[in-house]
Structures are given as structure tokens and as C-alpha cells.
């Protein structure tokens, strides 16, 4: 089944106009599909990413990011200035594909 089982929504203090979201992944690398930018006033929302599966290639070296011990960065595709003040990420995740656990160490706008 495609699609995410778990999200996590992170605010920030100061609202921004949001063109690029970094996440560092230090555990489930490449179960992101899907960002949305939001403003937590007005309930306005964007996508930012969707995918239709997690990334099942990203740490192909050992299968497990727990074992590389390092942050990957993971940066959605940029994208022009968001209309509107951003103040809430929302990172929607597949579990289920991905064999680790994950863990962000960061989100960054």
C-alpha cells in the first residue's frame, strides 16, 4: 500500500516566506513523501513534495541508516516563495517500506 502512515507537524516562532525545507535524517532515510507548508492562522497549506512512495534506494549501502551514523540531509525540490507566512511543517512518512525506525535530527526553513 502507497501512501503515509505517520506525519509529524514541527512550528517555528517566526513565520517566514518559505522557498526551500531541509530535513536531516538520522534514522528511515528516504521515508518522506510528502511536505506541506502551512500557515497555522490562516489554515493555509501548500505541497511542497509528494511522492507516491518512500525512496527505497537512499541508503543502499548497508539498508540501514542506523549503521552510516550520519545526518542525511534531506532537501525538497525548491520551489518559488510561498504566497503566504509559514510557520508549520507537515512531514508525511511510509513507514511501512522503509526497514529502520525514523528519527529528524532538524527541520530547517
Not at 516566506?17 to 521515508?31: D, F, H, K, L, V
Not at 492562522?41 to 507516491?52: A, D, K, N, P, Q
Not at 543502499?60 to 542506523?66: M, S
Request: net charge negative.
Amino acid at each position: 500500500e502507497e501512501g503515509y502512515t505517520e506525519y509529524i507537524e514541527v512550528e517555528f516562532d517566526t513565520a517566514v516566506y518559505a522557498s526551500e525545507i531541509e530535513i536531516g535524517e538520522n534514522r528511515g532515510c528516504g521515508s518522506i513523501v510528502h511536505i506541506l507548508a502551512k500557515n497555522s492562522e490562516t489554515g493555509l497549506s501548500m505541497s511542497v513534495l509528494e511522492r507516491r512512495k518512500a525512496d527505497e534506494t537512499c541508503d543502499r549501502e548497508d539498508g540501514r541508516a542506523k549503521q552510516t551514523k550520519v545526518i542525511v540531509p534531506f532537501t525538497a525540490p525548491k520551489f518559488c516563495n510561498s504566497p503566504f507566512l509559514v510557520d508549520q511543517v507537515r512531514i508525511e512518512l511510509d513507514t511501512r517500506t522503509i526497514a529502520d525506525w525514523n528519527e529528524f535530527d532538524y527541520v530547517k526553513l
